[in-house]
């Protein structure tokens, strides 16, 4: 059964560690303000919230990355002092939902035993956790017990890596704080899926993995190989494919074609095993003995600049190739680009008509999925092949900003642009180039959907363009990004 402790009445392991443990855990002020993906020229509100921390070596303060997402200003207050510092986000990995923070008074790391990062625990540890749930002032600190590892979705990110499950409850505001056995660190809270009294922790060797990372001074991320498998659990289709009883593996069925390695890899080969791990039929390794996961964790663990060894069979034959991992996992995979933090959206904005690239930021301004247009949900799951590969982004015509230019026009928003004069649309800036470059007398716009279109007269639209953007309060007829996209 859960409990939660406070201090001074914490078991009495936990207790005599209590005093440089206290002193190590933050609790972490955000001021933060998101991007409009509504209306692209426009800010939210900015929000308050809370969230935990703790220091580790070097004097810095290891968090959430959701914890300071967005941010415009961030402070910070030890358990054990009243007074609040100002506080920079010195790296952050939205990918692993890790930041870390730094603090210019040092002052605030005085007397300061900074907590140590251990390694990843066994189901079945008893863990602590510590933060500062909202709700109250003081630290609390709850007991768990690990009771599952696994290889799953980063809900702030909407990427796959290991994760621990705790039978201890994650509460808002305690985000970001440790989970500690032993007195280290064996993983960061941050994330509840439901359940009652349980929660997620990002663990030590993916913590690891982020500071390693950004010793460089930068974040580079996690490496991909993206490529798409079936399992081969049918015992016809190992022998279709000319597997003995001594192989096990997965079929690999498509491959990315932005992956550098693409020449050395190929579909309907068999992916027996990834550098010292044997793939099963089921596409798990045996990551410890005994413990199972899913295949890709032997990539997760790897770092930008490294390689691995497939080892494959090809018509029947074995056949050892060695990958170099060039690019993280946010440089392939989905069309739509996964929710983005810190970033402006793109826009462009003529005779009214407001166009943007989908994103997962644009799906987030309906409140639920099922109310999302269904045109555009199907670009969720579309991911990059040799299908789509002359396509950047997918361009929506997000709003139309009413005007007599326009009449008639209403009812194309949320519609996906094919075509502009002609020519096939790739990207956003594929959109104001072949505008901007058009010598003809009219503007021609088809939408992927319907094959509906939209006729625009080049006759006086640039001075309706202008005084819609006055009428509207829109400053700029588009974003700082696309500033001198133009045909050349």
């Not at 349980?198 to 500071?211: C, D, E, K, N």
Request: net charge negative.
């Amino acid at each position: 059964m859960l409990r939660v402790l406070a201090i001074p009445f914490l078991l009495a392991a936990v207790a005599a560690a209590q005093d440089p443990v206290r002193s190590a855990i933050v609790k972490v002020y955000t001021t933060s303000q998101e991007a409009n993906y509504g209306r692209p020229w426009e800010m939210h509100t900015q929000e308050n919230s809370t969230g935990s921390g703790c220091v580790i070596a070097g004097k810095r303060i290891l968090t959430n990355a959701h914890v300071v997402s967005d941010q415009t200003f961030v402070r910070v207050q030890r358990s054990d002092l009243a007074d609040k510092h100002v506080a920079t986000v010195a790296a952050v990995s939205h990918e692993l939902d890790l930041a870390l923070l730094t603090v210019s008074d040092e002052a605030f790391f005085d007397g300061v035993e900074p907590l140590a990062v251990g390694d990843l625990p066994s189901a079945g540890d008893s863990v602590v956790t510590l933060g500062f749930p909202t709700g109250g002032t003081r630290i609390a600190v709850t007991e768990g017990v690990i009771s599952r590892i696994d290889r799953a979705r980063y809900s702030h990110s909407a990427f796959d890596n290991l994760v621990c499950q705790i039978d201890a409850a994650i509460n808002p505001g305690s985000s970001g704080g440790p989970v500690l056995a032993g007195g280290v660190i064996v993983g960061v809270a941050f994330q509840v899926r439901g359940g009652q009294n349980i929660g997620y922790m990002v663990p030590a060797p993916v913590v690891r993995h982020f500071l390693d990372d950004i010793g460089d001074g930068s974040h580079d991320g996690t490496p991909a190989v993206p490529f798409w498998w079936q399992v081969l659990e049918n015992a016809q289709l190992r022998r279709h494919y000319r597997m003995t009883d001594d192989h096990s593996g997965v079929l690999i069925t498509k491959i990315s074609p932005l992956f550098e390695g693409d020449g050395k890899l190929r579909t309907r080969d068999v992916l027996l095993g990834i550098d010292d791990y044997d793939v099963a039929n089921d596409g798990t390794i045996e990551f410890r003995p005994g413990e199972r996961i899913e295949m890709l964790y032997a990539i997760d663990r790897k770092h930008i600049g490294e390689s691995a060894t497939f080892h494959l069979l090809r018509d029947g034959r074995p056949l050892d190739v060695t990958l170099a991992l060039s690019a993280a996992k946010r440089s392939y995979g989905w069309i739509v680009p996964r929710t983005q933090y810190e970033t402006r959206p793109s826009y462009y904005i003529v005779g009214g008509l407001v166009f943007c690239p989908l994103t997962q930021n644009y799906y987030d301004t309906w409140d639920k999925w099922d109310d999302v247009p269904v045109n555009l949900q199907r670009y969720w799951y579309e991911m990059r092949t040799a299908d789509n590969a002359d396509r950047e982004e997918v361009v929506v015509l997000t709003d139309i900003l009413p005007d007599e230019i326009n009449v008639g026009y209403t009812g194309f928003e949320d519609s996906v642009v094919r075509e502009v004069n002609g020519k096939r649309v790739g990207s956003l800036r594929d959109l104001v180039a072949i505008l901007e470059g058009n010598d003809h007398e009219v503007h021609r716009i088809v939408f992927e959907d319907s094959d509906a279109e939209i006729v625009l007269s080049k006759e006086n639209l640039g001075a309706r363009s202008k005084g819609i953007l006055e009428r509207y309060r829109v400053p700029a007829d588009r974003s700082a990004d696309l500033t001198g996209t133009a045909a050349k």
